[in-house]
C-alpha cells in the first residue's frame, strides 16, 4: 500500500504548466528516484511534496490523508538542499539540532539525538566545528544529519551531490544509500545523473516535459526502455524505425527496406512497438565487402567518421538504412571509407515506443 500519492496534479509557473495530470505512488520505505533532463518538473514535484508548492489541481495524499493544503511547517518531512543551507555561524551540532529547537525538544533528548546522528553520518567527534571548517561532503553529510533528526516521515533530496566532485559523488550515494536503508526511510531523491540514480534507488521515475514516461525498477528501465526519450536518454543512440512487424512464437519478426531482422521476444516487449533502439556498444561490428554473404541481422556499412575514446574507438557507420554510432575496443582502428557490416545480436535491441 503506498504511504503517499499523488493524484493529477497540476502546477503551472506564469500560466506555464510544469506538471499536468501528474500521478505518483510510493511505498513505505523505498527510495524512490525523479530523474530527468533540466525543465522536466522533477524538482517541481518534490518542491510540492514538501509543500513549498502549492497545486492547482489535483490531491497529495498522505497516509490517506488530504495533505494537499497542509502547509509545509505543518508536515513532518525532511529536506535536503542541494547548496546544503547550514548556518556559517552555527557549530555542526547546532545546525543539526536547529529542527528540534524549533520544536521545544528538551536538552537533553536533543543532545541525545544529535549524538545518534553524528554516529549515523559517520561525523563523531565533529560536533563543534563550523560549516566552513569542513569538506564539501562532510558538509552534506551534517544536512542529512539534520534533515535526519526531527525524525521526518519522509527524506527528500534536490540534487544533493551536484556540488561535490565526481569521486567525492561516488562516495556520498553509497553513504545515503546506507543510511536510508539503514533507517528504513521513505526517499524520494531529485538527480539528472543517470547512474548516480540508478545505483542507489528501489525505483527510478524517468520524467519528460512534466510526466513519468517510465517509472521501474533500475535494471528493468536500463535493459528494457519503454519510450523512444527514455531509451535515448539513459544511453540508446541508434533508433530503426520498421516497417512492419510479425510475431512468431518466441521470436519478432521486422522489416525495414526490404531487409528482414529477428529478435527475441521478452515479458517487456509491447505488442505493437515498431521503433527498434540499440547502444553503440551492444553491436557487432566487423570487416566485410560485397563478395561474402551477409550475415543474419547484418547490416552493410561504410565508416564515415572515427572517434578515440581511450579504451574503445566510435565510428559513425553509414549504411543503407541510415547512420549509426557503434563502439568498439581494438588496438587499430578502421579507417575512413572502410567497408564493415554492422550485426544487430537479436537479444540486444528492444522496441520502443
Known sequence: MALFTLQDISVAYNKKEILKDFNLEIEKGQLVSLLGPSGCGKT??????????????????????DYTK?????????????????????TVAD????????????????????????????????GKRFPGELSGGQRQRVAIARALVIEPDILLFDEPLSNLDANLRVNMRVEIRRIQ?????????????????FSISDQVAIMNKGVIEQLSNPATIYKYPATKFVADFIGFKNFIEFESREDKGELVELQKNGRVFTLDRHEHMSPNKKVGAIRPDDFILAEWNE??????????????????LGRSYQYVVSTPIGDFTV????????????EVVLIIPKDQMVLVE
Open 44 to 65: 517541481t514535484t518534490l518542491r510540492l511534496i514538501a509543500g513549498f508548492l502549492q497545486s492547482t489541481n489535483g490531491k497529495f495524499l498522505f497516509r490517506d490523508k
Open 95 to 126: 545546525n543539526i539540532a536547529f529542527g528540534l529547537r524549533l520544536r521545544k525538544v528538551s536538552k537533553a533528548e536533543i543532545e541525545k539525538r544529535v549524538e545518534r546522528m553524528l554516529e549515523i553520518v559517520n561525523l563523531e567527534g565533529y
Open 291 to 308: 563478395t561474402q554473404v551477409l550475415p543474419s541481422n547484418g547490416i552493410p556499412g561504410k565508416i564515415k567518421i572515427t572517434t578515440f
Open 70 to 90: 497542509v502547509p509545509v511547517n505543518k508536515r513532518n518531512f525532511g529536506f535536503v538542499f542541494q547548496n546544503y543551507a547550514l548556518f556559517p555561524h552555527l
Open 181 to 197: 536503508q539503514e533507517l528504513g526511510i521513505t526517499t524520494v531523491y531529485v538527480s539528472h545523473d543517470q547512474e548516480e540514480c
Open 327 to 338: 563502439n568498439k575496443e581494438m588496438i587499430a582502428p578502421y579507417h575512413t571509407g572502410q
